[in-house]
T-cell receptor, first 114, second 114 residues
Framework: SAVISQKPSRDICQRGTSLTIQCQVDSQVTMMFWYRQQPGQSLTLIATANQGSEATYESGFVIDKFPISRPNLTFSTLTVSNMSPEDSSIYLC???????????FGDGTRLSIL | GQQLNQSPQSMFIQEGEDVSMNCTSSSIFNTWLWYKQDPGEGPVLLIALYKAGELTSNGRLTAQFGITRKDSFLNISASIPSDVGIYFCAGPVNYGGSQGNLIFGKGTKLSVKP
């Protein structure tokens, strides 16, 4: 299965700043997704990262807060903008490798905002 | 909207015991996925189910896709300490494929006493 690398693995940030999270896959994949996992909670889909076009955001998530890039079939970034303590979460990248294979996840980025 | 109701929320068992957890929904799903998340890591796919009534095993794990398409269960036999973690059920939104947008249950946290 695809190997997914996320950077950074964790960070502690000041409120009001922005952080860009990178997701790199070792093979070309059609679909990439970004999820948020708030402390002690389940996973919630933020958006689908579309290669060559704007990301598709789920209800409750907006591009100004979570801009996403997908410049090619192996890489995507998620930026968490103007961070507040409520943004403290694990942010996870997932990929759909192709065929009928289910999504596989990276190890996530653990973000704490002071 | 679609929701997945996962139970139990947590379990404390003795090593060697069998475990059962389930996931239900008021909506029909065409795919059920079971993931496990260890501390500090992303979810790892355990079993994928694609047909109503399907019973699939992966080592000591067995999962079934309910006949009504509205439920699934996961059993773990002869639990061992490394089974500790959070188990999530997931399904594709709006009757999509397993590569599309997923919704997750709230998770079952499993603790195993040696």
């Amino acid at each position: 299965s695809a190997v997914i690398s996320q950077k950074p693995s964790r960070d502690i940030c000041q409120r009001g700043t922005s952080l860009t999270i990178q997701c790199q896959v070792d093979s070309q994949v059609t679909m990439m997704f970004w999820y948020r996992q708030q402390p002690g909670q389940s996973l919630t889909l933020i958006a689908t990262a579309n290669q060559g076009s704007e990301a598709t955001y789920e209800s409750g998530f907006v591009i100004d807060k979570f801009p996403i890039s997908r410049p090619n079939l192996t890489f995507s970034t998620l930026t968490v903008s103007n961070m507040s303590p409520e943004d403290s979460s694990i942010y996870l990248c997932s990929v759909a490798p192709g065929g009928n294979q289910p999504q596989h996840f990276g190890d996530g980025t653990r973000l704490s905002i002071l | 909207g679609q929701q997945l109701n996962q139970s139990p929320q947590s379990m404390f068992i003795q090593e060697g015991e069998d475990v059962s957890m389930n996931c239900t929904s008021s909506s029909i799903f065409n795919t059920w996925l079971w993931y496990k998340q260890d501390p500090g890591e992303g979810p790892v796919l355990l079993i994928a189910l694609y047909k109503a009534g399907e019973l699939t095993s992966n080592g000591r794990l067995t999962a079934q896709f309910g006949i009504t398409r509205k439920d699934s269960f996961l059993n773990i036999s002869a639990s061992i300490p490394s089974d500790v973690g959070i188990y999530f059920c997931a399904g594709p939104v709006n009757y999509g494929g397993s590569q599309g947008n997923l919704i997750f249950g709230k998770g079952t946290k499993l603790s195993v006493k040696p």
